[in-house]
């Protein structure tokens, strides 16, 4: 078993931060690999240059997928490009957003998001209408941090997102909040396994985790001949429609930047 | 890891049928324990005799996490007890309409659930409402098999219910369909493990497998130390409240009927 | 006219405080009659106890039947087994949170709810979503009493209540508050009647009077012919679907304990 | 108990159909009166004309309190200026529309409207929408009369509803129609009175009834200092406001037509 | 292009106000004459009055079609009787709660609405209701001012809307505020034309600019042939049903008060 | 008043057609430009293509603005990057999904979208989810073409258009269709023109002239200070937050293809 997990900024600043919080929790038979992007802008936090980091995601997607990945795991809370990554490879996609708020029931009566910055509120809550999730979601607010600065001091982020978690809470009547973000998770874990147990007290639920968790579900179904992905519309991809159109499209996504000679 | 399923119907008819379809696409390390009641009504079609079954699920769950089960499954679509189940006891606990509703997106734009028999429908919505999941979904509707009728001739439920699964997907553009009863669901999986392999090529969501592969999800994260159920409101314990209460409460749940030394 | 109005819980500390705020509302032909469960735990705060209350329930509703009763109240504002007893008897039963959310812009522009403790804020709001009458609904909020201690201070749940009442307006805009729990009405009105005249001028709704009216309006249409209930789904017995069925079920029903002779 | 039931047509041609079906099912000791409009447009089909309709409306609930009645019904299922004559009067104000919706789910699950014509359709939607009883409405359908051919062929409307009534409940899974039309209800009462006794077997809500005992409740409570009407804004008068501004208002509602004398 | 703005109040006093902060936002070939009513109640604030006024409004729209205008704007945020005029005429009519709330996701992720007084907030909702526009919306506040006082002192209007407009969007996230009166946004947009530049600064929609702005699109496309209306049920009028009760309705809204001559 | 419309498709092939439709509704100061990409994916029906398209509809749109336009139309009903480019631009920006079904409720009650092709229902649905706007939409079908085909055969595109708006509106009940693509619309639009008067007496949405149109009108508010887009979340740039950021940033937007000297 063998997930991707990529982080969807131009920088391989967060990759090690994301092994240390999620090796500690994963089956002993899934091997882990952490991908960050190497071109386009650094990050997707606004509209604009998230389109050209999301052209980067269908290139990294690509790759993974001629590299043997069993799941690929698209790292940002924005789900950015999962639809469109899903209609253009044939192994399972997870998308941490879509993955935890899903679930959410199963930890609580109705949650909160508590997320990075303001620019990501509207994001979030346009992604949780579209997956029909909004329904049991009381609230999405940011703790007021961009992912730049998250590295420098991750235990203040923890901390303050700590904070706000138990104020988001007590405000809405959430019982369970996700992190909406993949950064502030991490942070909150890494300060959670440093030692700070009042953490993991809290009902908070770590979308990075799911996502891999969620990833390997589908690929063992995937491996049981129980991925039955509807190909009919909206994961339908265009060499279904079109060999020829797809043939003409297909180069836009190969990049040697993503070549499997890079892994390992 | 240990699961137990639970049948929650008086009778071991279905126990096999359950287990056959669903062994060969379980993880390798993952023991896999089919239980039934054996008290109560045979069956739970109805709202009266499903309160008298609800009330043993609860003292049966009670004994499998008496027994050491690291996740308990109830495997009937209507999710009988499933809050109260997860009040009572402290190991995860999965219901498969909410898990396989959950992750409708995953295969597909929007969803319909065929489900057994017309008692069945209502029910059904209802509980789509109270996850929040009825948003997605575009119709349920019944093959019209009651269980007690279905494992005399399984190939026949599953042909019938082949066919109203591609009915239903073009009359209301459900790109994916939730076999809404464990049993037509085993009926379903039984033809296509026995060589009906269109069956396999629809978009077609396996709760009973779905809720498995989410009880060893949930499991995985107890053991990491991450399943943080939020235990202040709607899965707050008696005990949490009142213990002297609780342990009023608690001989009613207890059972003889359950008893560790009934498994293996 | 005679109309069984059940304390869902085991002890019969609350029927007096419940005849003595009905009464006085009353038409002179209705005979009410308050009964209490004599067997299961003394409440149904929580769900798992809840389960064995509304097995109780289905037995005294059984009782209240064949003991002539015209109509049957189910004494708490979860609607205990509601569904389940419309199923199972012929008489109109009402239960106060479907009667009177029912009818809320009657009496304002959009409604809350205050209840009695958190353990109730989900539930009520569950069967809200289940009713389809959340959709008017701007927030469930809890006094902060159980129904344990409110006998013994019933001045001081009406004072608190009153209080609760205001400030949910003045915060949500709430034009109308439901008392969302039996007792607490029970107590506010019992206020009311011993000269707490303020208490009167809120609009505030009695729930356990708008369960005993609309009770003798479905026992009135009932005598004319004109309570057409669907016995085709939701409502239908299982003697309509399998009569040998229900005669295996029926014995789990019947109790001494709420015989005709108990009554008078 | 005195209730007026306002026929809001320019014209007496089904008073007394209104009457004859109505009081076989009311209680011995209700009185009822049965009014209609003798000024403005013959009928409210339209919205133009309804709007001159409604002002009329408003004068004869004016004129009915005056007269001493305890509640007042708009008799037809648009609803007519309900929430205008609620705010212009004390007595209880009952809408058939508004009352009928509010029970359906006491008399099955989900539930449709048959109603007179095509015009109709959208207006019942938009009502719907503004109560917050369209979440379970599975449909509004017009069975193609206008009210002026009605009482010409009473047994002919009340046939193909009857017939519309079980062809909407296959089609939608509507369990319980409600009949969206003061005079199309009346015809099929009017068939079922005759003998056609297969009509009753449906699960066919009565506006009409429904209507008046929903005012006998809104009576009994008021007269036991029971109604608490909110009056801080939807059902806030001029005068609470301004009493100057209401004093220039109130001779636009005063009317010889409507006069007390007239009643008896 | 000449667009009638009909001021709904039975007063002159606003008329010069609309007209000087709308005229400099035209375009130059655009004619705007500003109507006001000149019977019925002076306001209409309250339900009941509403009613009368609304009949006035009728036949305004009948004189101001006849008067040769290309689009008729009702000036108020209710949308006074805006259905039933858009079924009387031909012309396009406009209400500035509908066309502005239909506009708002082009301003701004969710709205808010800031109106005048208290009694206008229930209403309100309302409409957004049935214009399924209330999705959007984060609430509906009153800045506490009715509209006789406004014309008093319109630059403390401006200025306490300013502070509300702000304080709504902190507490809500609404990124833009409607401003839900065409009085108090005339206010507002004076004190902006004074030279309270701040004001103009915030994303505040103003309703008067886009209604009349929402007429000249709907005017030009009248007169492209392309303004389809559907005459069909909504809209459709009486003569189209009747030409014979719509002969006798007519009169019902002919009145010298709006005749041709007064214009000019 | 110089308004460019954008064809987000990387061939000429559409530009002739669009014009030839849009130029008779024109305000005669309006000029219209239209432009198409000329690099990228031919066509955007698949996601994965699309993601291309929408980085080359963000040149575009920069190129527009430095070119001088007062507005900028996005000629297709997916809106494809439209949030994107209201954030990266200045000028107005209209996307003709948004810009249409905003408005349906001024045609009819109801409305539903017909669209080109299978892929495109999914797509047109999430995207009415994000805007609030399927709240009134009764159903999205495909007429089934692909728009490289349209161009081929238009006649026969708007007749099978004609017969599905018929068809749609019968079933749904829906009073006014939206056509979901502009090529589509622009077919049905070129018959209306030559002769086919029936396809004008439906009540059809026409997107491109509401989108032209709404771009009239913002820019109109445009010049005279009114168009107070929010710039503090959804629409904030790059730039507001992080200048250094937005300067590595924009580089990638800049292309020679769409320089000003093109234009002309």
Redesign the interface.
């Known amino acids: 078993m063998r997930i991707c997990f990529l982080n969807p900024f131009g920088t391989e600043k967060y990759d090690n931060l994301i092994k240390e919080v999620l090796v500690?929790?994963l089956?002993e038979e899934t091997e882990l690999e952490v991908w960050h992007l190497n071109a386009?802008?650094?990050?997707l936090?606004?509209?604009?240059?998230?389109?050209?980091v999301?052209?980067e995601i269908?290139k990294a997607a690509k790759a993974a997928e001629e590299a043997g990945f069993d799941a690929f795991v698209i790292g940002c809370l924005y789900d950015p490009?999962l639809?469109?990554?899903r209609?253009?490879v044939s192994i399972?996609v997870?998308g941490p957003l879509?993955?935890s708020t899903?679930?959410t029931?199963?930890?609580?009566?109705?949650y909160a998001v508590v997320t990075d910055h303001?620019?990501a509120?509207?994001e979030l809550?346009?992604r949780l209408?579209?997956?029909?999730?909004d329904?049991?979601c009381l609230g999405v607010e940011a703790v007021g941090w961009?992912v730049d600065d998250m590295v420098e001091d991750p235990m203040s982020v923890a901390e303050e997102t700590y904070g706000h978690v138990q104020d988001i809470m007590r405000r809405t009547?959430a019982?369970?909040v996700l992190i909406g973000c993949t950064i502030v998770s991490a942070c909150y874990e890494l300060a959670y396994l440093r030692g700070r147990k009042e953490l993991?007290?809290?009902?908070?639920?770590?979308p990075n985790?799911i996502a891999v968790?969620?990833a390997?579900?589908?690929a063992?179904?995937n491996a049981?001949?129980?991925y039955?992905?509807?190909?009919?519309?909206?994961?339908?991809?265009?060499a279904a429609?079109d060999p020829g159109?797809a043939a003409?499209?297909d180069p836009?996504?190969e990049s040697t930047l993503y070549a499997p000679e890079r892994i390992g």
Chains 1, 2, 3, 4, 5, 6 share one sequence.
Do not use: C, W
């Not at 386009?40 to 990050?43: H, L, S, V, Y």
């Not at 993991?200 to 770590?206: A, D, M, R, T």
């Not at 039955?228 to 265009?238: E, S, V």
């Open positions: 500690p929790s089956r386009g802008p650094r990050n936090d606004y509209y604009a240059p998230k389109q050209l999301q052209v269908l490009a639809t469109e990554v209609e253009l399972p997870v879509e993955a899903a679930i029931r199963m930890f609580g009566h109705r303001h620019k509120v509207p809550k346009d209408r579209v997956y029909g999730t329904v049991n961009f009547g019982e369970t993991g007290e809290l009902s908070v639920i770590n985790l968790k969620t390997e579900m589908l063992d179904m049981a001949g129980q039955r992905l509807a190909r009919t519309g909206y994961y339908q991809n265009l429609h159109q003409e499209v836009y996504f």
